[in-house]
């Protein structure tokens, strides 16, 4: 059938319609790796009760948009979704993607212009991670749309030290010398993009027992001596990650566990299985956009991790206090941030359902996961007075739904920045600024 294709939504998806019949108007049709205006030759793929699943056969009539892919992988790795458009594309289907998404989703209709921070395309991710088979050997991602394995020996949204490493792993497993045990590994690369941290997940808890762990640790240090230091997580079902204690004995073998992360402004310790931004080109434009020109008594940062915005509003508040629940981030945060940052190792629900009476911040930033805030805590931030809310946010939907709370408690809107911290990929981050 020939589809023509109406505009794209997020998620990477391109919308088009069945033809109407004689019971309504047509199903929608959702196809990757196209872009809208293009007429395709299309095949269904899945049927749904409300719309269907296609993909595209043949591009019939192609966008003016449209470029050759750079990566020899896209189209079926699922790590990114755009490289058949100009990164100037990608912006604009972005802000469209962000502005309709507020519309649909929060009822909010933006009138301020969605200032774009762009950054350089390719080779900008400092963190990366792979799925590792052995017997045979493959390093790579999950195939687009399936939870297959896909074998990649280069990847060009990484940095070229994450590339390096990833080609001596290749090396590594043709020599037969990777550890059965691994099932991922994570490279963690510094802003200078010269050390790297890597995290192997394993299957077992005990594998410290077996000695292929640690000889192919010492065999991947010894091919890439960027490498500061190897973590071991192993997994505890439903996707859940637990870092194991390296026996002291292998701590040398193994090295260090945290990696020293450099911006413009200031040094981060980033120990493995803590959370940091993955934009290497980016990171000080985003501390500055949440940062820049804000002082005051008392500022709260919520959902803080390592203490990225803490560290820089310290300078210019009386007191902050950052709100992190996960462990090692917060151990982080504690290790970045001076003494008038206090920590609070706890949910940002119970944080607020707790809040002292009469507790009053000159700025609040919240920078949640891609669950958002959720109705309680987007119900609590405005009793808490606070003239002024800085929303960081890496899904529209979940942003759109959390402002309309927010605005209906009398927020506005005063600046809306998409920050492209993804480019290749759909993912959206963007900085909203709140006032009343």
């Known amino acids: 059938m020939i589809l023509t294709i109406d505009k794209l939504i997020y998620g990477g998806n391109g919308l088009a319609r069945l033809p109407a019949d004689d019971k309504g108007p047509g199903k929608a049709v959702f196809l990757p790796l196209v872009l809208e205006g293009e007429r395709v030759e299309a095949e269904i793929t899945e049927q ?10 043949k591009i019939i009539e192609a966008s ?12 079926e790795c699922g790590g990114c979704h755009y490289q058949h458009a100009s990164y100037e594309h990608q912006l604009e289907i972005k ?10 989703v929060g009822k909010i209709e ?5 200032r774009v921070h762009a950054a350089p395309p390719w080779n900008y991710r400092n963190r ?14 999950n195939r687009l749309r399936r939870d297959e394995l896909l074998a990649v020996e280069q990847c060009p949204i990484s940095s070229p030290l994450i590339n390096r490493a990833i080609a001596a792993l290749w ?12 099932r991922e590994m994570e490279f963690f690369a510094n802003a200078e993009d010269t050390q790297l941290l890597v995290e192997l997940t394993v299957e077992e808890k005990d594998w410290c027992r077996k000695s292929a762990v640690p000889e192919f640790v010492l065999a991947v240090r010894a091919l890439l001596p960027e490498i500061t230091g190897v973590a071991v997580f192993h997994e505890t079902g439903q996707s859940t990650l637990e870092r194991e204690d390296i026996p002291e004995e292998l701590r040398e073998t193994f090295g260090a566990d945290c990696l020293l992360y450099s911006t413009s402004s200031a040094n981060y310790q980033a120990s493995a299985g803590s959370f940091f931004q993955t934009n290497r080109f980016l990171t000080d434009k985003l501390v500055e956009l949440v940062t820049e020109g804000r002082s005051g008594d008392y500022a709260l940062d919520l959902y803080a991790g390592t203490g990225l915005f803490s560290l820089m509003l310290s300078q210019n508040f009386r007191e902050v206090g950052a709100v992190e629940a996960a462990p090692f981030s917060f151990h982080d945060l504690q290790q970045n941030c001076p003494s008038n940052v206090t920590g609070y190792r706890v949910t940002v629900e119970n944080f607020l359902a707790h809040l002292p009476e009469g507790t009053k911040a000159d700025l609040i930033i919240a920078d949640p996961p891609r669950a958002g805030l959720g109705e309680k805590v987007a119900r609590a931030l405005p009793a808490t007075g606070t003239p002024r809310i800085t929303y960081v946010s890496c899904d529209p939907a979940t942003l759109a739904r959390d402002l309309a709370v927010l605005m209906a408690s009398g927020y506005r809107i005063e600046e809306a920045h998409l920050v492209d911290l993804f480019p290749q990929t759909f993912h959206i981050e963007s900085v909203i600024q709140l006032v009343r």
Do not use: N
């Open 128 to 141: 990366t991670r792979l799925r590792v088979r052995t017997h045979p050997f493959v390093l790579g991602y």
């Open 48 to 57: 749904k009760p409300g719309f269907a699943r296609a993909r595209a056969k």
């Open 64 to 75: 003016s948009r449209r470029i050759e892919p750079k990566c020899p992988y896209f189209g």
């Open 171 to 182: 090396e590594l497993g043709r020599a037969d010398k990777v550890s059965a045990e691994v």
């Open 95 to 104: 802000s469209a993607i962000l502005r309709e998404t507020l519309r649909r």
């Open 110 to 114: 933006l009138a301020e212009e969605i």
